[in-house]
């Protein structure tokens, strides 16, 4: 998605919101006392192409007490692991031939694309495809090796690390396009809980489950884990400020995420289905443009756009209020994705955020997530 900063609306919301002093924001701990969770955001995805069993399994090696998959579904009805239902970024499925005739132009979510969709192949055809870096500027050795993983085989790789080890890992699935895919007959939410729960692995302290949308949270995932004799932790997903849900866009709800995440709706609202929001972290830690861009880590190439205001709205401790926990994303090392306040060190965004009082972090890098923890 794109993150960029729309100032004015930005403004409207921090006027809306109050904001914290500025740069020196008081230290403030986790909602449990407890140092931050570690989120292995698609796995390891800064070294490994993302949503791979190899990818979580390093994010696992790394320290990372919870791995995350995006979940889309198969023609069939299987949940398999990609960030979103169009596979031609993140797979080489545009260069077999026996699935050419598969490429399609669709909407997802009101954006037109093309490519090859995951509801147009069986899971049998999925396992023919093999996973890539979708991003230029990382590492491409390791493309074309990987399969595209199942929910089921990721249960797997944790019970057999639990087992090996003795390391209990976490997994935060999210459902991806949800609306999208009811509209197709392939809901994700069934599959999901059954999957869990034939598995098992229905250990509140070990799974979380995540959302962009709210109606799937708060009247599908909520009524069939009751059905179930299950209570996992939702967390309500954040984007930009001046966006609205997806399910809210089609049901003609006019709150925008910005209306979402104010003190007042997260008690009254949000806390009445979840249990911890999950904000991207540039909406509540401002920054401005830095032109031209600055080269802070000293590699020759000036990447680096952005710095603090210093502004920072309370999303943090309204949440904490409202007995929320908050699990900002993403966190990258790369220096585009940092501030020229971090002097090109991505262990300094963390301690920023650690210092804040954030109860986790979904992060591309879960290795030195858990060195800033550890330097704390
Ligand atoms: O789920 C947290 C974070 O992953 C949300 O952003 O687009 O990477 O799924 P995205
Ligand atoms: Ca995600």
């Not at 701990?29 to 955001?41: Q, R, Y």
């Not at 089921?152 to 390391?167: F, M, P, S, W």
């Not at 540039?282 to 031209?292: E, G, K």
């Amino acid at each position: 998605m794109a993150k960029i900063a729309k100032f004015g609306w930005v403004a409207a919301i921090a006027l809306m919101m109050v904001p914290l002093q500025g740069t020196a924001v008081k230290t403030a701990s986790t909602l449990s006392g407890e140092p931050p969770l570690v989120i292995g955001h698609r796995g390891a995805s800064g070294y490994l192409p993302e949503h791979t069993l190899a990818a979580y399994e390093l994010a696992i090696e790394q320290g990372a007490d919870f791995i995350e998959p995006d979940l889309v579904s198969t023609k069939d009805g299987v949940l398999i692991a990609r960030h979103e239902p169009n596979m031609i970024a993140t797979t080489n499925v545009a260069e077999l031939p026996q699935f050419r005739d598969r490429r399609r132009t669709k909407t997802v979510d009101g954006v037109q694309e093309e490519g090859f969709f995951s509801e147009d192949f069986t899971l049998a055809e999925i396992k023919q495809l093999r996973a890539r870096q979708p991003r230029a500027y990382r590492d491409q050795s390791h493309n074309d090796r990987y399969e595209v993983p199942t929910l089921q085989e990721i249960i797997d790789l944790v019970k057999r690390v639990e087992a090996q080890t003795g390391r209990k890992v976490g997994i935060y699935p999210e459902t991806k396009h949800p609306t999208y895919f009811d509209n197709l007959g392939l809901s994700l939410e069934e599959p999901l809980i059954e999957t869990l729960v034939r598995n098992q692995f229905t250990d509140p302290t070990r799974v979380f489950i995540q959302s962009f949308e709210v109606s799937n949270l708060k009247d599908q995932l909520t009524p069939l884990m009751a059905a179930n004799n299950i209570d996992l932790p939702l967390v309500q997903l954040f984007d930009e400020f001046h966006l609205k849900p997806y399910d809210f866009v089609v049901s003609g709800d006019s709150r925008t995420y910005g209306e979402l995440i104010s003190r007042d709706s997260l008690r009254s609202f949000v806390a009445t289905y979840a249990e911890g929001i999950g904000p991207w972290k540039r909406s509540f830690v401002m920054t401005a443009p830095v032109d031209p861009p600055v080269d802070t880590n000293g590699d020759g190439v000036a990447e680096t756009k952005e710095r603090l205001t210093g502004e920072v709205l309370p999303v943090i401790p309204d949440a904490h209020a409202a007995g929320l926990v908050v699990h900002p994303y993403t966190f990258r090392d790369e220096e585009s994705f940092l501030t020229t306040d971090y002097s090109g060190d991505p262990v300094a965004e963390y301690k920023q955020f650690y210092d804040m009082g954030v109860d986790g972090v979904f992060t591309d890098f879960p290795d030195t997530a858990v060195k800033a923890r550890q330097a704390r």
